[in-house]
C-alpha cells in the first residue's frame, strides 16, 4: 500500500514538474464590434486570409513576443478559429492588430481568467496536454471553469505551448485541480 | 509658324501620348506613374519578387510577395528547421491554402475568399512591401540615437521608439532596411532585453513563379473562415 501510495505521489510530481517547465501561452477574447481581419503578415499591406467575429476565442502563437509595430498597430501572429478545421491547427494561423498607437488605444482582443463549457455533451478534463487520460469527473455544458496560470496575473488562462487546444484548467471554487480541457468545447471569458 | 516636319512630329507625340491614356483607362487602371516605374524596374532587373526574412528566438519566417503576379507566400519555420506553417495567396488574392504541423502531422486546407475581400487583396498583393517598411521607419515616432558600427565593420542607423514600457531599438544599414531589432521591457526603471531578431529584405528574381508553387499533402477544400465564430 505505502509503495503505491509512493508510486502515485511520484505520477503527481512528474506531472506538475512536466507542466510547470512547459511553455504557456495566452488566450484571448475578440473584443471588437466588428470583424477582425486576420492577415498573411504583420501590417495593412499583407493580404485578407480569414475573418473572426467579435466574441471568438484566438490564441497568441508565441509565449514571449514583442509584436510588429506597422502601420500604426501592433500585430500579433494568433492561431483563429475555423469551423471547417474543427479545431484550433497551425493550418489556421495569421495575423491581427492587437492595438492601434496612441493614448487611450482600444484592444481589439484581450487576455481571459477562464472559461465556459460550450459542448452540449460536457467536458472531461485531461491529465496531458495531447488530450488523453481523462479524469473521471465530467464538466457540464454551461459551467464556468477557471485558467489556472502558473505565474498568477493578468493572462490567466493559457493553452500548452504546441497544443493550441489544451487550455489549462483550474477551479473557479478554489479546488486544487490542474489539468486540461479541450479549447474547442470551451468559450474564453475574462471573469474579472 | 511650325514647319511641316516639325508639326507632323508634334501630332505623332500627341497621338502616342492619347493611346497611352486610352489604353491605361480601357484597362480599367488609373494612370499611377509611379507604380508603373516601380514595377518596371523590377522586370528590367527580373527581380520580380520581394523576399523578407526574419530571424526570431524561436525560429524563423519568410515572406514572397510578387507584385506583378499578385501572390504572395509566407512560411514559418521552428528552430529547428522544420515547418510549422505555410500560407499562399493565389489567384490575385482569391484563393488561400494554408498547410500546418502540428506535432509532425502536416494538413492542408484551401478555400476561395469573398469577391470583397478578395478585390481588396487583389489591390494590396500590388502594393510593394519593402518600400512600406521603408516607410515605416520615417514614422515621426522614432527618435534618432545617431550611428553605431557592427562587429562586422558595417555602419548602421540606430533608431528608437517607446509605448506602454517597452522599446524598440532598430538597426538600419545603408539601404535603408532594418538589419536587428531589439526589444526592451522597462522593468523599475531598468531596459531588459525581451527580445532579438534578425531581418533581412531584398528583390529576388523567380521568373518561373515556383516559390507559389503548392507542394505538400493533399489539400481539403474548405469553406471560407470569415464572419464565424469558429467553434460549434
Known sequence: ?192 | MFSKKKSVCLLTLLLAVTCLFVYQFKNGSTFNGNKIAFAASIQANNLNVEYIKVKIPSGYSEHWRDIITLQERSDTYDNNGKLANRILVLEKGKRVISIGNDNGKMEAYSWILPDDIANENKTLLSKSLLENVKNELKQSKWIDKGKKKLVDGREVRVIESSFEGLTEVVYVDATDFPIKREFFKNENGQLKLLEERTEEYKKISSQSGEIFEYNGPEVKEIPAPVGENGKG
Not at chain 1, 489544451?166 to 474564453?188: P, T, V
Open chain 1, 1 to 192: 500500500m505505502k509503495k503505491l501510495v509512493s508510486i502515485l505521489l511520484l505520477v503527481v510530481l512528474a506531472n506538475t514538474l512536466i507542466v510547470g517547465t512547459a511553455f504557456a501561452v495566452a488566450v484571448m477574447d475578440v473584443t471588437t464590434s466588428t470583424n477582425l481581419n486576420i492577415r498573411s503578415g504583420p501590417g495593412l499591406s499583407y493580404s485578407i486570409i480569414a475573418q473572426v467575429n467579435p466574441g471568438s476565442d484566438i490564441l497568441f502563437y508565441y509565449e514571449v513576443d514583442a509584436g510588429v509595430s506597422a502601420d500604426g498597430y501592433n500585430w500579433r501572429k494568433v492561431y483563429y478559429p475555423s469551423a471547417a478545421i474543427g479545431q484550433y491547427s497551425s493550418s489556421a494561423v495569421g495575423w491581427a492588430a492587437w492595438y492601434p498607437y496612441g493614448t487611450g488605444h482600444p484592444w481589439y482582443y484581450y487576455y481571459t481568467t477562464g472559461v465556459t463549457v460550450i459542448s452540449s455533451t460536457g467536458i472531461y478534463e485531461y491529465q496531458y496536454p495531447n488530450l488523453t487520460s481523462p479524469y473521471p469527473m465530467l464538466y457540464n455544458y454551461g459551467q464556468d471553469i477557471g485558467g489556472w496560470d502558473q505565474d498568477g496575473g493578468l493572462a490567466g488562462l493559457k493553452y500548452e505551448s504546441g497544443y493550441p487546444n489544451a487550455w489549462r484548467l483550474y477551479r473557479l471554487d478554489g479546488s486544487y485541480d490542474l489539468g486540461y480541457g479541450n479549447g474547442w468545447k470551451l468559450n474564453a471569458k475574462d471573469f474579472r
